[in-house]
């Protein structure tokens, strides 16, 4: 599985962005898929995980409700689209593919597949 992600950039306090993660390979289906982010100085931290069916859907609290993620089948990519941002949200965020959900929500070790990253600042 190979996983390509983009769309970060700097962005003001309030302000908006959306990353994309568009996945490659076998049986992506049988994967649950995340978002991962990791700021200057801290440790990596959960913002969301998924299926591609949508059926299941996580956020961590401090995204919730402030992001959202969508997913496009037929392009087998998947968006998260980050409003109100704030100066915390400053981070890279990663796109992550795992067949355990957990280890998406916590158990960053374990995670087989990783994109390559996009930073995101938010400061004015």
């Known amino acids: 599985v190979q996983l390509q992600a983009s769309g970060g950039g700097l962005v003001q306090p309030g302000g908006s962005l959306r990353l994309s993660c568009t996945a490659s390979?076998?049986?992506?289906?049988?994967?649950?898929m995340g978002w991962l982010r990791q700021a200057p100085g801290k440790e990596r931290e959960f913002v969301a995980a998924?299926?591609?069916?949508?059926?299941?859907?996580s956020y961590a609290d401090s995204v919730k409700g402030r992001f959202t993620i969508s997913i496009d089948n037929t392009k087998n990519t998947v968006y998260l689209q980050m409003n109100s941002l704030k100066p915390e949200d400053t981070a890279v965020y990663y796109c992550?593919?795992?067949?355990?959900?957990?280890?998406?929500?916590?158990?960053?070790?374990?995670?087989?597949?990783w994109g390559q990253g996009t930073q995101v600042t938010v400061s004015s």
């Open positions: 998924f299926t591609w069916s949508g059926t299941r859907l």
């Open positions: 390979g076998r049986s992506l289906s049988t994967y649950y």
């Open positions: 992550a593919a795992d067949l355990t959900y957990s280890d998406l929500m916590q158990d960053f070790n374990k995670i087989r597949y």
